[in-house]
């Protein structure tokens, strides 16, 4: 039995060592529902529209994942995404440049 641990996208490991022990699966999420005081932290919720079913001639959204952040853990997600994309959008100009990028979260 190996003990190898796979990372499913390379990560700029900063001051924390990141591992992902078990397989965590991606789920699309093209929709935010929107964020939620919870206690002292933070909901946020996705969604996927619903194509099979709809009330009322509107299409539904269906929950799929909900996160629930810390303050500080908000604010760094909040900072990290418009530094993700400019760096995205860089190598998108880029020719023969695979379109992968990451950004540590701290």
Known sequence: MSTDIKQSAPFKLT?????EPYPIGDT????????EPLGPCH?????????SYS?????LLVTVAKLVLTDEALMALASAIPQYLAQRNE???????????TVAVN
């Open 28 to 35: 699309f999420c093209p929709v935010v529902v929107g964020i």
């Open 55 to 59: 009330y009322d001639d509107e299409r």
């Open 91 to 101: 190598k998108a100009k880029q020719p023969n440049t695979a379109l992968t990028s």
């Open 43 to 51: 909901r946020v919720a996705f969604a996927v529209p619903q194509t």
């Open 15 to 19: 001051s924390k060592t990141v591992i």
